[in-house]
């Protein structure tokens, strides 16, 4: 098992970070992180998180100091340059409407390879930035890879697009990194609902916090 991710992923992360998330996270959006030495900086890792906006991925990127591999649909990675871009930015495909094994074998892989992925608990955008029908794949991911969770609280991206806009409004986020939260012993069923809630019980404290 590999510890931290390829060399070129790895630079293309920083030039993307520096260039382009970080500015508009911290001078943009007046971005606040907070503690964000509770990140693992190698090893296998799988950070969870509440999801409201399209920009959650690379900020929770930029935030916890590694990259982070998320899932992307399958036709992406038929596009020239941009499947060269996003393999080494860690995405990994995934077939539409495939089944959850599918993606659970990918990700796993990705562990295997060095990388932190990420897992939006929810599955899906809300409203609220809440979690309020969490899904059990990144329990799942942790039992089978006995790969820690790291809860991550997103607070404020559910406001970056107002229904109708073309453009980012510029208001003010706040990520908070929690402590990780051991995986589960194994996958049973109740052992991955009690993670799974642990999850979601510290995220929505941290995002209680507000700004």
């Known amino acids: 098992m590999r510890e931290r991710e390829p060399v070129a992923s790895l630079i293309l992360y920083h030039l993307f970070k520096w260039s382009v998330v970080s500015p508009m996270l911290h001078v943009y959006f007046r971005g606040k992180i907070y503690d964000a030495q509770n990140v693992p ?8 998180a509440n999801h409201a906006s399209d920009f959650d991925p690379p900020i929770v990127s930029a935030c916890v100091r590694r990259p982070v591999s998320y899932m992307a649909k399958e036709e992406l990675f038929q596009v020239p340059v941009l499947s060269q871009a996003i393999r080494l930015y860690g995405a990994y495909p995934v077939k539409r409407g495939s089944a959850d094994r599918s993606a659970i074998r990918a990700a796993l892989a990705q562990l295997e390879a060095g990388w932190a992925v990420g897992v939006f608990l929810q599955g899906t955008r809300t409203f609220d930035a809440r979690i309020s029908d969490p899904k ?11 790969a820690p969770l790291l809860p991550v609280s997103l607070w404020g991206t559910q406001a970056i697009m107002a229904k109708g806009s073309q453009w980012p409004r510029p208001v003010p986020l706040t990520i908070r990194i929690g402590q990780p939260i051991a995986p589960p012993p194994s996958t049973d069923r109740a052992a991955l609902e009690s993670v799974t809630q642990q999850c979601v019980d510290t995220i929505h404290q941290l995002h209680d916090l507000g700004r």
């Not at 900086?41 to 969870?48: D, E, M, P, Y």
């Not at 059990?136 to 006995?146: E, F, N, R, T, V």
């Open 41 to 48: 900086q190698q090893g296998r890792l799988i950070v969870v």
């Open 136 to 146: 059990l794949g990144a329990a799942l991911l942790a039992a089978k890879s006995q």
